[in-house]
């Protein structure tokens, strides 16, 4: 199993910029699909991003494309989400997941079977 711990939320400015980190350890994360997902107060878990085991597709809400960009480090075990032109709509706990299965796109939040515990991202206007 794997434990994933996220790092870098904050608060910031609305139009500021934060990058999230996830590292992951337990097993290597290099054939596992991984991404971010969000949620706000009274609100359900949505996907934010997601990137394939092998880096080469990506994918994003509608409401964070252009702004946001996923990454990841295999050799370190870790994903990135670098988060620009912040809103305080993107204000939420944000949570690094693992794909179930080895070979995933890591495209919906029902694709991921492990999660961190969330780091706070708060944007103020």
């Known amino acids: 199993q794997v434990q994933l711990v996220e790092s870098g939320g904050g608060l910031v400015q609305a139009g500021g910029s934060l990058r999230l980190s996830c590292a992951a350890s337990?097993?290597?994360?290099?054939?596992?699909?991984m991404g971010w997902a969000r949620q706000a107060p009274g609100k359900e878990r949505e996907f934010v991003s997601g990137i394939s085991w092998s880096g080469g597709s990506t994918a994003y809400a509608d409401s964070v494309k252009g702004r946001f960009t996923i990454s990841r480090d295999n050799a370190k075990n870790a994903v990135y989400l670098q988060m620009n032109s912040l809103k305080p709509e993107d204000t939420a706990v944000y949570f690094c997941a693992a794909d179930r299965s080895p070979w995933g796109t890591a495209k919906a939040t029902a694709d991921f079977g492990s999660w961190g515990q969330g780091t706070q991202v708060t944007v103020s206007s």
């Open positions: 337990g097993r290597t994360i290099s054939w596992y699909g």
